[in-house]
Structures are given as structure tokens and as C-alpha cells.
């Protein structure tokens, strides 16, 4: 038994005012992962109808444009990273830096050279702690992410890429993101966003559904001009979206393990406790029991 | 005579839903009006006001920026990246923003203060017209 019994209460106290923070950071998560859920959702009918507006220029008009030209050689690519502003989210971050990591790897395996973008603290200083250029980095809107910041990035990414000096132009550009599939699974995915592959919509077109013949205004060319940066910028908003509502996920799945795992210790420590409040008492007894005996030896010994 | 069904969603929310008997939004070619049985037609917008009349025969007035006019088989979706229903819209913010954008115009940024004023602008004329 090596530390006293008040020592033990003073560390059962702590735990247990450490389970309530924890506690506390799970409901927020929990209450805040609805939100994001439906923030997902409600952002869905105008990716639907974009992708629908995309797939039928893109299948009646021949119209050759910028954004979905494959390039001939590309040498120069781009990869964003999406992570978490705040840590406390289990290995989300970190899962997602890997892949990144991985993806980085094997665009250099074949002898491209990559730019960094990040979004989230937690990216931008990890490449940061080793030194590794980032081309540009945003932060301060992990958990809750709104179009404007979408746009924001989708904007740089597109001037990167349709950017004419062999300097700063990238000839593709890979998002790597963390799609939610469950309240359970999240799994960080790298997708590539541009040039863009426009058959890859979230709701193909079914055989039967024929498109209809669109009249186009001004023009097919100036539609699809204006119709494939929005495109993109709902493509990215939809991801960060989706790491956001899995970010929340993680961490409500880190801070329930969290406040188990207090419980767990509090329940050792107090049988602990007990114990050596149970050897003290025993102690104690024994150490009577035994002044008494001596004693009444003494005494039987004098008479 | 059908119905339009009509969607007005801009990028994070579906502003409003529901059946019409006409539409008229500004595009980059001026001002279009959609009534049932219309070509399937795929336009630019640009900042304006979309005027719904439902098939009650009330009005909706929105304010909507950049983005795209779908018309097929009687199915409008009006897309935009940001779009305000008239009764939402707070007028004294909006003259604010535009005053805003105007002094920024006047030093640096101009593209961007000229996005922001559009906005600006838009909302007002939506809250004037429905009034």
C-alpha cells in the first residue's frame, strides 16, 4: 500500500471532476453532430440540382472547358488536407494527415512534384512541427463550415489551376477529406476534385431518365463557364461539411471512451481506498488488541 | 394549364418549395418569365429578384445572387449561392452592406465590393418590390 487513504480521495476527486468535463465535451459533440447532420442535408438539394444542371450540359453540348480538360503531363500537383481545428477528437486528425501522407507519397513515387493546402489547425501545424512548405492554409471554421468558406478555397484552388505561369500552375488538384458514413464509421478518403470528372455525381442519372433538351443562355460554353467553379465550390463545401459532422463524431466517440475509462478509475480507486482505510482500521485494532495483551501480561507478570 | 413545381435553393438550405403558376427571374440576357409548358432551358442569373406567383395568387419576392435557372417538364429550381426570402430580409442591413461595399469600391478590392453591393442591392430591391 503505498500512498495513504487521503491521497487516494484527492485522486478520486480529480477523476471525477475530469469525468465531468469530458461528459460535458461528449453532450456538446452529441448536440452538435445533429446540427451538422442537417446542415449536410439541408446543403444537398443544391448539390443534387447542380450535378443534374453539370451532367446535362456536359451531355448536350461538345463544349471543351478549362476545368475538365485532362492535362497532357501533370507534373505539378495539389493536395488540401482537411483536418480539425481542436484536438480532444481521438484519431480523426491524425487519420486523416496519414492518408494525406500516403497520397503525398505516391504522387512523388511518380515524380510530381506537390503543394500543400490545408484546412484546420491541426494540419497546418503538424506540417508546420516538420518543416514542409504549405501553399496556403485556412482555419477557424472546422465544425461549423459555411459556403463562404468553401468559396474562399475554391477560388485559390481554381486560380492554381487554370493559373497560366508554369510557376504556380498545378495541373491536378486531390482533396483529402473524411467522408461520415455512420454516427460509428468515418473513413478519410483523398479524391481527386480537378480537372473534374463530371459523370461522378453523387446521383447518376438512371438508364431511363433521359435528360431533357436544354436551350442554353446565353450560351452552352458561357453556362458551363459559370455552372463548373460553382460546381467545384459545392463539391468542396460538401466535403467540409462531411468532415465536419465526422469531426463532431470522433470526438463524441473520444470523449465517451474518455468519461468510461474515468469511471473505470474511479471505481478502482475507491475500492482502493477502501482497503487501505479497511488495513488502517484493522491495523489499529490489532495494534489495541495487542497494548491490551501486553499489558495484562504486565500485570499478571507483577501480581 | 399545369403547375410549376418550383424549388429556390441556395447552397446551404431550400429556401422555398412549391407549386406556381409563374415565375420571373433576371438572367445575364434580361429579364425571364417562366409559365407552364416551357422549354426545358438552362440560364445564368445574375443578383436580382425572383418574383413567384403561386397558385393561390400570392407573390413571393426573393433576392437571390449569382446562379443558375433550370426549367424541365415543369420543374423550375432556381440555384443560387445565397438566397433570401423578401420578408427575411433586413433592409437597414442591407443599405448598410451597400454603403459599405460603395466606400470599399472606392479604395481597393473593387471586384469584390462590386459582388457585395450587387448583393446589397438585390436585397433592397426585393424588399421595396414586395412592399
Do not use: C
Amino acid at each position: 500500500m503505498a500512498l495513504s487513504v487521503r491521497e487516494y480521495r484527492a485522486r478520486i476527486k480529480s477523476t471525477q471532476s475530469m469525468k465531468k468535463i469530458t461528459r460535458a465535451m461528449e453532450l456538446i459533440a452529441a448536440s452538435r453532430i445533429i446540427k451538422a447532420q442537417q446542415r449536410a442535408q439541408a446543403a444537398a438539394p443544391y448539390s443534387r440540382e447542380l450535378t443534374r444542371a453539370v451532367s446535362a450540359v456536359a451531355t448536350f453540348s461538345n463544349v471543351d472547358h478549362a476545368l475538365v480538360t485532362e492535362p497532357i503531363d501533370s507534373d505539378h500537383v495539389s493536395v488540401l488536407v482537411v483536418t480539425s481545428d481542436r484536438g480532444l477528437a481521438g484519431a480523426y486528425s491524425s487519420s486523416v494527415i496519414k492518408e494525406g501522407e500516403r497520397l503525398i507519397e505516391k504522387l512523388k513515387a511518380e515524380g510530381k512534384s506537390v503543394t500543400i493546402y490545408t484546412s484546420g489547425r491541426k494540419a497546418a501545424a503538424y506540417f508546420k512541427f516538420r518543416n514542409r512548405a504549405v501553399k496556403q492554409s485556412w482555419a477557424g471554421f472546422s465544425d461549423q463550415p459555411t459556403y463562404d468558406d468553401a468559396r474562399e478555397i475554391a477560388s485559390t484552388l481554381i486560380e492554381a489551376f487554370t493559373a497560366d505561369q508554369e510557376a504556380d500552375s498545378t495541373d491536378e488538384v486531390h482533396i483529402v477529406y473524411t467522408r461520415f458514413r455512420s454516427m460509428l464509421v468515418q473513413e478519410p478518403v483523398a479524391v481527386r476534385l480537378l480537372p473534374l470528372e463530371v459523370v461522378e455525381g453523387t446521383e447518376a442519372p438512371e438508364p431511363g431518365d433521359v435528360l431533357p433538351l436544354y436551350e442554353f443562355e446565353p450560351s452552352a460554353h458561357d453556362v458551363l463557364d459559370a455552372l463548373l467553379p460553382k460546381y467545384v465550390t459545392s463539391r468542396i463545401f460538401t466535403a467540409l461539411l462531411q468532415a465536419a459532422a465526422s469531426e463532431l463524431a470522433a470526438r463524441q466517440k473520444a470523449m465517451k471512451s474518455a468519461t468510461d475509462n474515468a469511471e473505470e478509475l474511479i471505481k478502482k480507486y475507491t475500492r482502493i481506498a477502501n482497503q487501505a482505510r479497511q488495513a488502517g482500521i484493522t491495523q489499529e485494532i490489532s495494534e489495541i488488541v495487542g497494548g491490551v495483551n501486553a499489558l495484562a501480561d504486565a500485570n499478571a507478570g507483577s501480581e | 394549364m399545369g403547375v410549376l413545381q418550383v424549388e429556390l435553393v441556395s447552397a446551404d438550405r431550400l429556401v422555398w418549395s412549391g407549386e406556381a403558376s409563374m415565375i420571373i427571374a433576371r438572367t445575364s440576357e434580361g429579364d425571364v418569365g417562366i409559365l407552364p409548358g416551357h422549354a426545358p432551358m438552362l440560364s445564368v442569373m445574375v443578383d436580382g429578384v425572383v418574383d413567384v406567383t403561386t397558385t393561390d395568387g400570392e407573390t413571393w419576392i426573393a433576392a437571390v445572387d449569382a446562379g443558375f435557372l433550370s426549367v424541365a417538364d415543369d420543374r423550375v429550381s432556381v440555384l443560387a449561392e445565397h438566397a433570401e426570402m423578401a420578408h427575411d430580409i433586413n433592409l437597414e442591413k442591407a443599405r448598410a452592406d451597400l454603403d459599405r461595399a460603395h466606400a470599399a469600391g472606392e479604395n481597393d478590392d473593387e471586384s469584390q465590393a462590386a459582388v457585395a453591393a450587387a448583393w446589397a442591392d438585390a436585397r433592397i430591391r426585393a424588399v421595396e418590390r414586395a412592399n
